[in-house]
């Protein structure tokens, strides 16, 4: 059986879920202002979709993080495998700043496409150390997938 180590499980949670509240931040001041005056495409999500959604997935993050850093072996692969996890998860933030906080689509789009090949790397590595951390980040790629075509629609139609 394998023992939890539930102070780094909350841990991972935590900081999963703060950048998540970081990128809020910067979402609150435009979502019901600047966000509601652009041009989206038919198959924009309707707001309320997103809290949940990326709630779920600042989760499963979260525990995919626990794997890697609960089996952490003091190794190049292990260590590069959390440094690209913690380089994507800053992406993460920054696209909010970008997007609602400069209110800039072009500049976010162009940091999407770095997030999501950030995103499939920290698979890679991930896959490497723990099939599971990195089956747990599939449904984030998707999302980032979906949210990159998103971003880049309401780019070209604004």
């Known amino acids: 059986m394998v023992k939890i180590n539930y102070l780094k499980l909350i841990a991972s949670i ?6 998540g509240i970081i990128g809020s931040f910067f979402t609150a001041s435009s979502v019901n202002t600047w966000y509601l ?41 292990s260590g590069l495998a959390l440094i690209l996890f913690s380089f994507q998860l800053l992406l993460n933030s920054l696209w909010s700043i ?4 400069l209110r800039n689509p072009f ?14 790397l920290t698979i890679l590595y991930f896959y490497r150390i723990s099939k599971t ?26």
Request: glycine share 4%; with cysteine; hydrophobic share 60%.
């Open 98 to 101: 970008l997007f609602f906080g």
């Open 133 to 158: 951390a990195a089956y747990l980040l599939i449904p984030y790629i998707l999302w980032v997938s979906f949210a990159a075509v998103l971003n880049f629609s309401i780019f070209y139609l604004n």
């Open 37 to 77: 005056t652009l041009n989206k495409p038919s198959f924009n999500p309707p707001s309320w979709v997103f809290g949940p959604v990326w709630i779920t997935l600042y989760f499963l993050m979260g525990i995919s993080l626990y794997i890697i850093w609960n089996n952490y072996k003091n190794t190049k692969k």
């Open 14 to 19: 935590v900081i999963c879920q703060s950048a």
């Open 107 to 120: 500049l976010a789009f162009i940091e999407i496409v770095l997030l999501w090949t950030a995103i499939l």
